[in-house]
């Protein structure tokens, strides 16, 4: 079975405008995001262009703040300071990756865990981490990867889930997450002994590691939920832009392995975007929940 992200996250986009509009008549309130990006990463302003417009669609206000790729800390901390203050704005996104001269850690600190909405703070990853707590905000794609896991009919309780990658961003969050829901989680990284037998193992196999299919067609157990989270460019002199996207799984050796399996592109990348705009939504929601206490 062929896991149909773009479809799923249509539909939730969907389901995300009509609570826009809901609380904008019940509440008179707005949903706002602010999205942050320094300087002129070609793929970093593609992707902050295309949370903006998915925003406009829902009827999510956006504000963007592009700051110049020599901005100072402190001057990119009041920034985040003055957004933290600005009631019109309920989810604060940094692009990351930012320029090398800069603090990462200390500006993702500064983010008021209720405007969170990619969810890095340390105090929401320190929640998603630990047993008996609920994060604020979780990572957009991560939950995105679960949410495709629940549409492929993952049985969590008691599987064997495997995550290739133990980046920040997805591949710790997304086997925190998993831990959460009772899977047993085995995180594969660079210094791994023998990954393909690893993989082997797994019911469910989330691959974010960034190399153009790596994950081999008898890497996969048959029946299993495979998620690709990679997005590789390689060079494809056919392709009118001269590259085509592959993910970290060999999609054809792979898909008449897997009980269910997920494109690239169009598997998990429209659902982060879909996860962002529900995690604005939340935000909102909570600034709701805050003026009435
Ligand atoms: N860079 C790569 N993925 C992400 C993401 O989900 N959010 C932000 N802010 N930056 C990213």
């Known amino acids: 079975m062929l896991i149909d992200g773009k479809a799923i996250a249509q539909r ?17 309130l707005r949903p706002g995001l602010a999205a942050v990006l320094v300087g002129e990463d070609p793929a970093s302003q593609t992707y902050v262009r295309m949370k903006r417009k998915a925003c406009a669609e829902a009827g999510i206000e956006s504000f963007g703040h592009e700051l110049p ?25 940094v692009q990351l990756p930012l320029p090398d001269h800069l603090d990462e ?21 320190g929640r998603l981490s630990m047993k008996g707590r609920e994060p604020l905000f979780m ?9 495709l896991l629940e549409e492929a009919g993952a049985k969590f309780e008691g599987a064997n889930a495997v995550v290739l990658g133990r980046s920040n961003i997805v591949g710790l969050p997304a086997a925190m997450m998993l831990i959460k829901r009772n899977a047993t989680v085995t995180v594969v990284h660079s210094r791994t002994k023998d990954p393909a037998s690893m993989c082997r193992n797994a019911d469910i196999l989330v691959a974010a590691v960034g190399r153009p299919k790596m994950v081999q067609g008898d890497w996969v157990k048959p029946g299993a939920i495979v998620i690709d989270v990679g997005v590789n460019r390689v060079d494809d002199p056919t392709a009118k832009r001269g590259y085509r996207l592959v993910g970290d799984v060999d999609f054809e050796a792979a898909k008449d392995v897997a009980g269910a399996i997920t494109p690239v592109p169009g598997g998990v990348g429209p659902m982060t975007i879909a996860m962002l705009l529900k995690n604005t939504l939340r935000g909102a929601e909570l600034q709701l929940t805050k003026a009435k206490a």
């Open 139 to 147: 990572p957009c794609t991560p939950m995105g990867c679960m949410v």
């Open 105 to 125: 850690e200390q500006v993702l600190n500064e983010i008021s865990i209720e405007k969170d909405v990619d969810g890095f703070h340390p105090v929401n990853i």
């Open 69 to 93: 790729a020599d901005i100072d800390q402190e001057s990119l901390l009041q920034v985040v300071r003055d957004l933290n203050a600005d009631p019109k704005v309920h989810g604060i996104l």
């Open 12 to 28: 939730i986009r969907n389901e995300i405008a009509g609570d826009v509009e809901k609380m904008v008549q019940e509440h008179d």
